[in-house]
Protein backbone atom coordinates (compact mmCIF):
# COMPACT_ATOMS: atom_id res chain seq x y z
CA UNK A 1 0.00 0.00 0.00
CA UNK A 2 1.43 3.46 -0.83
CA UNK A 3 0.44 6.52 1.09
CA UNK A 4 -0.87 9.84 0.05
CA UNK A 5 1.38 12.68 0.96
CA UNK A 6 -1.63 14.26 2.47
CA UNK A 7 -1.99 14.42 6.44
CA UNK A 8 -5.48 13.36 5.92
CA UNK A 9 -5.15 10.41 3.87
CA UNK A 10 -2.29 9.20 6.03
CA UNK A 11 -4.43 9.59 8.99
CA UNK A 12 -7.27 6.94 7.43
CA UNK A 13 -4.32 4.61 6.22
CA UNK A 14 -2.46 4.53 9.84
CA UNK A 15 -6.74 4.05 10.80
CA UNK A 16 -7.19 0.83 8.93
CA UNK A 17 -4.01 -0.47 9.49
CA UNK A 18 -4.67 -0.10 13.20
CA UNK A 19 -8.26 -1.71 13.09
CA UNK A 20 -6.88 -4.74 10.82
CA UNK A 21 -3.92 -5.22 13.06
CA UNK A 22 -6.78 -5.09 15.78
CA UNK A 23 -8.47 -7.73 14.08
CA UNK A 24 -5.57 -9.89 13.52
CA UNK A 25 -4.50 -9.45 17.40
CA UNK A 26 -7.17 -12.08 18.67
CA UNK A 27 -6.57 -14.83 15.88
CA UNK A 28 -2.58 -14.76 16.28
CA UNK A 29 -0.55 -15.73 19.15
CA UNK A 30 1.83 -13.32 20.87
CA UNK A 31 4.95 -13.98 18.64
CA UNK A 32 3.38 -13.63 15.20
CA UNK A 33 1.26 -10.51 16.34
CA UNK A 34 4.57 -8.80 17.66
CA UNK A 35 6.37 -9.89 14.47
CA UNK A 36 4.18 -8.39 11.76
CA UNK A 37 3.64 -5.33 14.13
CA UNK A 38 7.32 -4.43 14.29
CA UNK A 39 7.17 -5.32 9.91
CA UNK A 40 4.31 -2.61 9.97
CA UNK A 41 6.72 -0.34 12.10
CA UNK A 42 9.56 -0.56 9.96
CA UNK A 43 7.29 0.06 6.87
CA UNK A 44 5.87 3.12 8.41
CA UNK A 45 9.48 3.96 9.23
CA UNK A 46 10.87 3.73 5.73
CA UNK A 47 7.42 5.76 4.37
CA UNK A 48 7.38 8.25 6.58
CA UNK A 49 10.98 8.66 7.28
CA UNK A 50 9.93 8.81 11.33
CA UNK A 51 11.39 6.16 13.43
CA UNK A 52 9.34 5.59 16.94
CA UNK A 53 12.43 4.86 18.37
CA UNK A 54 12.96 8.54 17.96
CA UNK A 55 9.84 10.00 19.22
CA UNK A 56 8.95 7.11 21.97
CA UNK A 57 10.58 8.19 25.40
CA UNK A 58 9.37 4.97 27.20
CA UNK A 59 11.05 2.17 27.47
CA UNK A 60 8.51 -0.38 27.30
CA UNK A 61 6.58 0.67 24.19
CA UNK A 62 7.45 0.36 20.39
Known amino acids: MLLSTTDEDMLDAAEALGEE ?5 SDVDDFEFETVLIQCNEAISEET ?8 DTDDCC
Not at 21 to 25: F, P, T, V
Not at 49 to 56: A, E
Open 49 to 56: GIQYDDIC
Open 21 to 25: LAAMQ
